[in-house]
């Protein structure tokens, strides 16, 4: 083989190689991408799955920006304040030079579904008055093959009298059939009976409310019953709360036992180390029924000391129950056990105590493991699901993130709101999706840490 | 003075180890003695515990759901730690290469393993739909299938013709040369879109509609919605093997491979005789780990029954029969009975375990 030949196959092997890669990325990618999209969608399920729907044309989000501007002064999440109007064009294919004949309403339609029925709102039908359509254009116009008129039509919607904030002001078009929507202002979330009713969720939506419809319900609609508070918010808050506190548990507890168990001599080490093994192989499943009723009696009335009865549904409960994981424990022992003994044994010839070696001699030199550790715990805390949804059941104020995502798939999978499901989903992901842009490289080691010895 | 040392040393790792043995002795021991013990019992949460002997183990074997959810907890840890591992294992090899920026792809690749079970749960909802993702994916393969064969024998075609002018000139080639390959590829898609424009191939009608999760409906004895979450999990599991595969990868000389060369080895020889073998520990740590995590399947199983999803008795597994026997809902707790399953479902964890000790490779593995 000629070295040109041999050159040639290497750039090709070379060529076929990233081809794969970039399939496989399609393939790990493509579905969490597609289902982001769908999550803005107005019907995440529609056949044919279509890329180009309205939420991603930028010309709907400069004219929902504009129309979330006048009507509430809130270019982001839109609504409707009292002395403000706003303008809408719609403009219609029609074979006739005279103007069809189009009904305009503003439906008394609920605001939201699922858990956000449960709230009365204000019904933009009740407060905001409806001028036109007014004709304001007509000329000749060609559709592919069909010769016609286009007519161009304003709509006004005006809050004259006071009255409260309105989150949204829904919109429905009647045209008769044979006229054909060319292009509005703000296009349609929706087209229904066949395409002559075209219907608007909101018309001042603002930029979030058009593009992250889906999200922005998300916060809004899973309000608490007594505050009215963002559940989702909370949700969000609590998942962090106990994230960050069970890091630094963790951190500190599991260096302490790892370095007892890979330094210093007592008895019975190894026959701890070999339990401590064995828990790992235990499923939660085996433990939950009595560590459920040990939280129930207070950690055996222990809690009452401090006056509280159960520490079902609270905190304490979940975190004095989780104080160090075995595995983490595990992890800390075998760093310890490779990094070099001479450091510390000349400290300890100096007198320093094993607590003041730990702490100012070797955990300064076990950053990488402690930032490895700390990405493990946040990410499995923030993951968790068994036993957080053991141990918190009411008020739903106290769910975290996971438990929340349960009670909002149940309270939405019913009417089949798939959108919000996703878009609840794609929230949760959010923080977990930072931290591993930023610490990817220890996600992918830590993995090794805890597994494999090289 | 030197007995003093010692229990000073002692009393210090005591003291260190305080935090770890209240989580261990409390939240672990005192709560596994007490499943063994709620397991030889009749109790239901309220009156104190009846001894019954070994009569909820019996009646384990006795009870449908149980049986089901073994069946569906056997079935679903063999499926996917069969899929998982090998699949992890084909994306390592691809992966091993001194390709420029290959540590982007190993970041992409790793996304779905980051986010929690409960939001993959929601995509699978979404995805598993009637009109879902995976039906519109599955249509689009089936009415494109003519396009695929087209496109399948042209590149057949394109490629035999150019090493057979390749051996005429006198240079053996294989039939997968990439080189070749690289322009029967682009030809051969040139000429599938002319016999499209030329309508000799066409789509066809194909509309999937497979009810993946409304339904009790079985393939190969494992119900549709628990294929569902298979696949899914499958999907969600591999990037973490393949971080390991790739760790075990780097473990094995080069030397080794570029000595099988000049021997003459073919890639399949080097794969079966260096790669395998020297792989070993890491290849059943991957299965043992990838056993252990899918006989605790819980969460998905929640997410996907209720409203709008998946009948229970076509998911249940035996993480949520012990569950559902502590928690039922309109009736009294069987405590006695989820403890005896829990137990069953660690044995199954620890024979796991233990029959990898046996035939696996401890020193350089798990330990």
């Given at each position: 083989?000629?070295?040109?030949?041999?050159?040639?196959?290497?750039?090709?092997?070379?060529?076929?190689?990233?081809?794969?890669?970039l399939a496989f990325g399609v393939f790990f990618v493509g579905p969490f991408l597609m289902g982001f999209l769908a999550s803005l969608k107005t019907d995440p399920l529609e056949w044919p799955f279509t890329l180009g729907f309205p939420q991603v044309r930028p010309k709907n989000w400069a004219a929902a920006w504009q129309l979330g501007q006048k009507g509430s002064g809130d270019p982001w999440l839109?609504?409707?304040?009292?002395?403000?109007?706003?303008?809408?064009?719609?403009?219609?294919?029609?074979?006739?030079?005279?103007?069809?004949?189009?009904?305009?309403?503003?439906?008394?339609?609920?605001?939201?579904?699922?858990?956000?029925?449960?709230?009365?709102?204000?019904?933009?039908?009740?407060?905001?008055?409806?001028?036109?359509?007014?004709?304001?254009?007509?000329?000749?116009?060609?559709?592919?093959?069909?010769?016609?008129?286009?007519?161009?039509?304003?709509?006004?919607?005006?809050?004259?009298?006071?009255?409260?904030?309105?989150?949204?002001?829904?919109?429905?078009?009647?045209?008769?059939?044979?006229?054909?929507?060319?292009?509005?202002?703000?296009?349609?979330?929706?087209?229904?009976?066949?395409?002559?009713?075209?219907?608007?969720?909101?018309?001042?939506?603002?930029?979030?409310?058009?593009?992250?419809?889906?999200?922005?319900?998300?916060?809004?609609?899973?309000?608490?019953?007594?505050?009215?508070?963002?559940?989702?918010?909370?949700?969000?808050?609590?998942?962090?709360?106990?994230?960050?506190?069970?890091?630094?548990?963790?951190?500190?507890?599991?260096?302490?036992?790892?370095?007892?168990?890979?330094?210093?001599?007592?008895?019975?080490?190894?026959?701890?180390?070999?339990?401590?093994?064995?828990?790992?192989?235990?499923?939660?499943?085996?433990?939950?029924?009595?560590?459920?009723?040990?939280?129930?009696?207070?950690?055996?009335?222990?809690?009452?000391?401090?006056?509280?009865?159960?520490?079902?549904?609270?905190?304490?409960?979940?975190?004095?129950?989780?104080?160090?994981?075995?595995?983490?424990?595990?992890?800390?022992?075998?760093?310890?056990?490779?990094?070099?003994?001479?450091?510390?044994?000349?400290?300890?010839?100096?007198?320093?105590?094993?607590?003041?070696?730990?702490?100012?001699?070797?955990?300064?030199?076990?950053?990488?493991?402690?930032?490895?550790?700390?990405?493990?715990?946040?990410?499995?805390?923030?993951?968790?699901?068994?036993?957080?949804?053991?141990?918190?059941?009411?008020?739903?104020?106290?769910?975290?993130?996971?438990?929340?995502?349960?009670?909002?798939?149940?309270?939405?999978?019913?009417?089949?709101?798939?959108?919000?499901?996703?878009?609840?989903?794609?929230?949760?992901?959010?923080?977990?999706?930072?931290?591993?842009?930023?610490?990817?490289?220890?996600?992918?080691?830590?993995?090794?840490?805890?597994?494999?010895?090289? | 003075?030197?007995?003093?040392?010692?229990?000073?040393?002692?009393?210090?790792?005591?003291?260190?180890?305080?935090?770890?043995?209240?989580?261990?002795?409390?939240?672990?021991?005192?709560?596994?003695?007490?499943?063994?013990?709620?397991?030889?019992?009749?109790?239901?949460?309220?009156?104190?515990?009846?001894?019954?002997?070994?009569?909820?183990?019996?009646?384990?074997?006795?009870?449908?759901?149980?049986?089901?959810?073994?069946?569906?907890?056997?079935?679903?840890?063999?499926?996917?730690?069969?899929?998982?591992?090998?699949?992890?294992?084909?994306?390592?090899?691809a992966l091993n290469q001194p390709l420029k920026g290959i540590t982007a792809f190993r970041t992409v690749y790793y996304l779905p393993s980051v986010i929690s079970t409960a939001a993959a749960s929601l995509l699978l909802l979404w995805l598993f739909q009637r009109t879902g993702l995976v039906n519109q994916a599955l249509s689009l393969l089936l009415a494109h299938l003519p396009h695929l064969l087209?496109?399948?024998?042209?590149?057949?075609?394109?490629?035999?013709?150019?090493?057979?002018?390749?051996?005429?000139?006198?240079?053996?080639?294989?039939?997968?040369?990439?080189?070749?390959?690289?322009?029967?590829?682009?030809?051969?898609?040139?000429?599938?879109?002319?016999?499209?424009?030329?309508?000799?191939?066409?789509?066809?009608?194909?509309?999937?509609?497979?009810?993946?999760?409304?339904?009790?409906?079985?393939?190969?004895?494992?119900?549709?919605?628990?294929?569902?979450?298979?696949?899914?999990?499958?999907?969600?599991?591999?990037?973490?093997?393949?971080?390991?595969?790739?760790?075990?990868?780097?473990?094995?000389?080069?030397?080794?491979?570029?000595?099988?060369?000049?021997?003459?080895?073919?890639?399949?020889?080097?794969?079966?005789?260096?790669?395998?073998?020297?792989?070993?520990?890491?290849?059943?740590?991957?299965?043992?780990?990838?056993?252990?995590?899918?006989?605790?399947?819980?969460?998905?199983?929640?997410?996907?029954?209720?409203?709008?999803?998946?009948?229970?008795?076509?998911?249940?597994?035996?993480?949520?029969?012990?569950?559902?026997?502590?928690?039922?809902?309109?009736?009294?707790?069987?405590?006695?009975?989820?403890?005896?399953?829990?137990?069953?479902?660690?044995?199954?964890?620890?024979?796991?375990?233990?029959?990898?000790?046996?035939?696996?490779?401890?020193?350089?593995?798990?330990?």
């Open positions: 083989m000629s070295p040109k030949e041999a050159a040639r196959r290497r750039w090709a092997r070379v060529a076929w190689a990233y081809g794969l890669l839109g609504g409707m304040r009292p002395g403000r109007e706003v303008v809408l064009e719609v403009a219609y294919f029609w074979p006739e030079p005279t103007p069809p004949d189009l009904q305009a309403a503003i439906p008394r339609r609920r605001p939201g579904a699922g858990m956000g029925a449960v709230f009365e709102g204000p019904y933009a039908a009740d407060h905001v008055g409806l001028l036109g359509p007014e004709l304001v254009e007509t000329r000749p116009f060609r559709l592919g093959e069909a010769e016609g008129y286009l007519h161009r039509f304003r709509l006004r919607i005006a809050y004259e009298k006071e009255g409260p904030y309105l989150e949204r002001v829904p919109l429905d078009l009647e045209a008769p059939r044979g006229a054909l929507l060319l292009e509005a202002t703000l296009d349609p979330v929706r087209m229904e009976r066949r395409g002559r009713v075209a219907s608007w969720d909101n018309v001042v939506p603002g930029l979030l409310g058009y593009a992250f419809h889906n999200y922005v319900r998300a916060f809004r609609e899973t309000r608490s019953l007594e505050t009215g508070q963002s559940l989702f918010l909370r949700w969000t808050l609590n998942s962090f709360l106990i994230a960050f506190i069970k890091v630094l548990t963790t951190l500190v507890f599991a260096s302490m036992a790892g370095y007892a168990l890979a330094r210093l001599r007592f008895p019975g080490r190894q026959a701890l180390f070999l339990f401590l093994l064995f828990s790992m192989m235990v499923p939660g499943q085996v433990t939950f029924i009595s560590n459920y009723l040990v939280l129930k009696d207070g950690i055996f009335g222990l809690s009452r000391l401090f006056g509280v009865e159960t520490l079902l549904n609270t905190y304490a409960g979940l975190i004095l129950s989780g104080l160090v994981g075995a595995g983490a424990v595990f992890i800390m022992k075998q760093f310890f056990e490779s990094i070099p003994r001479e450091v510390e044994e000349a400290a300890l010839i100096d007198g320093a105590t094993p607590l003041q070696t730990l702490f100012r001699i070797v955990l300064p030199m076990a950053t990488p493991a402690l930032g490895a550790l700390a990405i493990l715990t946040f990410q499995g805390t923030w993951n968790e699901f068994f036993w957080p949804f053991i141990v918190l059941t009411s008020p739903r104020e106290i769910y975290t993130l996971p438990l929340g995502l349960l009670s909002f798939r149940n309270a939405y999978g019913q009417v089949g709101d798939w959108g919000l499901i996703l878009a609840g989903g794609f929230l949760s992901m959010i923080p977990i999706l930072i931290l591993f842009a930023v610490f990817q490289r220890y996600f992918v080691e830590g993995v090794n840490v805890g597994a494999v010895k090289e | 003075m030197r007995l003093k040392a010692r229990t000073l040393e002692g009393l210090y790792a005591l003291f260190l180890l305080l935090p770890l043995l209240f989580t261990l002795g409390v939240f672990f021991l005192y709560a596994f003695l007490r499943a063994v013990y709620f397991s030889f019992t009749d109790y239901d949460l309220f009156s104190p515990p009846r001894f019954v002997g070994l009569a909820n183990y019996l009646r384990l074997f006795q009870d449908p759901p149980f049986l089901k959810a073994l069946w569906h907890t056997l079935a679903y840890s063999l499926v996917v730690t069969s899929l998982q591992t090998f699949l992890a294992l084909l994306l390592a090899l087209a496109l399948a024998l042209l590149f057949a075609l394109l490629q035999g013709a150019q090493v057979l002018w390749e051996k005429r000139k006198g240079t053996p080639t294989s039939f997968l040369d990439p080189a070749l390959a690289l322009l029967s590829l682009p030809l051969a898609l040139l000429g599938t879109y002319a016999l499209d424009l030329l309508g000799l191939v066409q789509a066809r009608e194909a509309r999937v509609e497979v009810p993946w999760l409304p339904t009790s409906a079985a393939f190969l004895g494992i119900p549709y919605p628990l294929w569902a979450i298979i696949l899914m999990n499958t999907y969600t599991t591999i990037p973490t093997f393949m971080v390991l595969f790739l760790a075990g990868l780097k473990g094995i000389p080069k030397t080794l491979y570029e000595a099988a060369a000049l021997d003459g080895a073919s890639p399949w020889v080097m794969f079966s005789r260096i790669t395998v073998p020297l792989l070993r520990p890491v290849l059943f740590l991957v299965i043992t780990l990838g056993l252990i995590g899918t006989l605790q399947l819980f969460d998905q199983v929640l997410f996907v029954g209720g409203s709008g999803g998946a009948p229970i008795e076509a998911t249940i597994t035996l993480a949520y029969y012990v569950y559902g026997n502590v928690f039922p809902s309109g009736a009294a707790p069987r405590v006695g009975l989820a403890s005896a399953a829990a137990l069953f479902l660690a044995g199954l964890t620890l024979l796991v375990v233990l029959l990898q000790r046996r035939f696996g490779v401890s020193e350089r593995g798990w330990t």
